[in-house]
């Protein structure tokens, strides 16, 4: 539940639940410094991370376990891969997940956004795609989104990976997946078309 205006840095490992509640603080998980392994090829923190956030950034330099962002209704967290179930239930809020994800990805998500980093061509096989679609990202204000987060990672955590991913970004691109929620779309849908309207009214009626 923390607050906006806290920043948490942990060196080490994040046991479940870390960050529930969160409310618009910052949490920044990484490795011992001088760590002699691959961050990014193992679990540093565990399930369940983020249930029900509503607000604030999370930076974790390494995977996590299961249920990863789950009922997340506004957060936004970059991590480096996720167990099964990833953003289960999610509302709100932006996820960049800059590695491999466990089964049943985005499995009853009805709003924010996830991207996934996938060279491998796999995602589709462990995303539930009964309420989500999945397209490359093509649009600036994603992509500028997207790269604006990796680059907060890389501030907060020395990410190699995330720095990699950015050093090559031309070529990266390509390689990222937008969940994008079936509903949200609708709902951004109707919204556009409402402030369409609105423009329109306002031009016709001075």
């Known amino acids: 539940f923390g607050a906006k205006g806290l920043t948490l840095i942990l060196e080490g490992e994040a046991n479940d ?4 509640g969160l409310s618009g603080a910052r949490i920044i998980v990484k490795p011992y410094l001088g760590t002699d392994f691959d961050p990014s090829q193992n679990i540093i923190a565990g399930n369940v ?12 330099h390494g995977n996590v376990g299961e249920r990863f962002a789950i009922r997340n209704s506004g957060a936004h967290a970059v991590v480096e891969g996720v167990g099964d179930h990833g953003c289960e239930y999610m509302t709100g809020g932006r996820v ?7 089964m049943n990805f985005a ?12 060279p491998d061509r796999l995602f589709d096989r462990n995303c539930n795609l009964e309420m989500v679609d999945l397209e490359l990202v093509r649009e600036e204000k994603d992509i500028e989104e997207i790269k604006q987060m990796i680059t907060n990672h890389v501030k907060y955590t020395g990410s ?6 950015l050093l090559s970004w031309d070529a990266s691109l390509p390689y990222f997946i937008k969940v994008f929620p079936m ?3 609708r709902v951004l849908g109707k919204m556009s078309k409402e402030d369409e309207a609105t423009k329109r009214a306002e031009v016709q009626h001075g």
């Open 17 to 20: 639940y870390m960050g529930k």
């Open 160 to 165: 190699k990976k995330a720095s990699e991913i």
């Open 96 to 102: 960049v997940v800059l590695g491999s994800t466990g």
């Open 107 to 118: 499995a009853g998500m009805s709003g924010g956004i996830a991207y996934v980093y996938d």
């Open 183 to 185: 509903e949200y779309r």
């Open 49 to 60: 991370i983020l249930y029900g956030a509503t607000s604030g950034e999370v930076y974790i």
